[in-house]
């Protein structure tokens, strides 16, 4: 068997690394197939020599990580290992390097925690229109509504505008009881979560009541314009090329928008077109559009969510061969 060496400076970043009850490390073992044992400052690999060689680049990742203060987490561990199986590590460097987008009602940071998601990110602050195209858990709406708060407590925008179409996933909900506020807000419901993480409940419903945040299906965005307002656009691949095209000619003077969706789950009935699938065909060689294309690696859920999205795409592969 082959042994390496890797010896840490300070014990507090050989803690952060080895994790609660040596939760990580033992995840690095079981990925690669090696023995880690700590002596002191030093920590020993034992394996196959490929094998010891990927397990010291991911514990060499993580430390980077840590000495620019960042902390070892389920996700950034996960996201090391396949980083390092795709020899993408030293891209890690500019996950840790990235802006804080803003912070949420609770004080938490809110950062990019992947390559895919810093690129999503930047393409927004650059870009007029952005289209967010990847899995679920990719941050596609989290991450858009993080830059829409910002730009509304900078004064950017005056205004906020989430909408999103009101298509039933694969399950007919019938007629639902209350007024047409209430009828509509199962379909809202990611979207208000999403604003009260980053604002509390109590800033939301004030802003909400003043006018300066709009929630909405995209039935209600026939015939306007929208001047100085951050317009996000969630669930896009539920949408017809019609209502796509509505939807970016309401772009108004000093606005910005973004335009999220996953094109492996569409749940328009059958022969329908995505107008999310037809846009990124015609809107990607025009101008002050950004097309961010998030993979499975920028699964930032837990574990068995990147899992899944995987062996669907296996699934599918082989369906269409």
Do not use: W
Not at 131 to 140: F, N, R
């Amino acid at each position: 068997m082959f042994s390496i060496n890797l010896d840490v400076e300070r014990m507090e970043d050989l803690l952060n690394l080895f994790g609660d009850f040596d939760a990580n490390i033992k995840q690095i073992d079981k990925e690669f197939s090696v023995m880690t044992t700590q002596h002191g400052s030093t920590i020993r690999i034992t394996g196959e020599p490929e094998n010891v060689s990927g397990a010291k680049r991911v514990m060499q990742t993580l430390l980077s990580s840590i000495s620019k203060g960042e902390s070892v987490s389920e996700q950034s561990l996960d996201y090391a290992i396949a980083l390092v199986r795709n020899n993408l590590e030293q891209t890690m460097q500019e996950v840790n390097e990235a802006d804080c987008v803003c912070v949420t009602a609770r004080g938490k940071p809110v950062k990019p925690k992947t390559v895919g998601q810093k690129q999503y990110i930047e393409a927004m602050r650059q870009h007029t229109v952005t289209i967010g195209v990847g899995p679920a858990g990719t941050g596609k709406t989290h991450l858009a509504v993080a830059m829409a708060v910002k730009a509304f407590r900078s004064k950017e925008v005056n205004r906020i505008v989430l909408t999103r179409p009101a298509v039933e996933a694969g399950e007919s909900l019938g007629f639902l009881p209350g007024d047409l506020q209430q009828k509509v807000d199962p379909y809202l419901r990611p979207l208000y979560d999403a604003l009260f993480v980053m604002m509390g409940a109590e800033s939301f419903q004030k802003a909400l009541e003043r006018g300066d945040i709009e929630v909405a299906p995209l039935a209600y965005m026939r015939g306007r314009t929208l001047d100085d307002s951050f317009i996000i656009l969630d669930e896009a691949q539920n949408t017809t090329p019609e209502q796509m095209k509505i939807f970016l000619t309401r772009l108004g003077f000093n606005s910005k928008v973004v335009v999220t969706g996953d094109i492996t789950q569409i749940d328009l009935p059958s022969g329908k077109s995505s107008g999310l699938v037809t846009v990124l065909k015609i809107l990607r060689s025009v101008e002050d559009v950004a097309i961010v294309e998030l993979s499975d690696l920028d699964v930032v859920r837990h574990r068995l969510v990147q899992r899944i999205i995987k062996a669907y795409e296996k699934y599918e592969s082989e369906k269409k061969r």
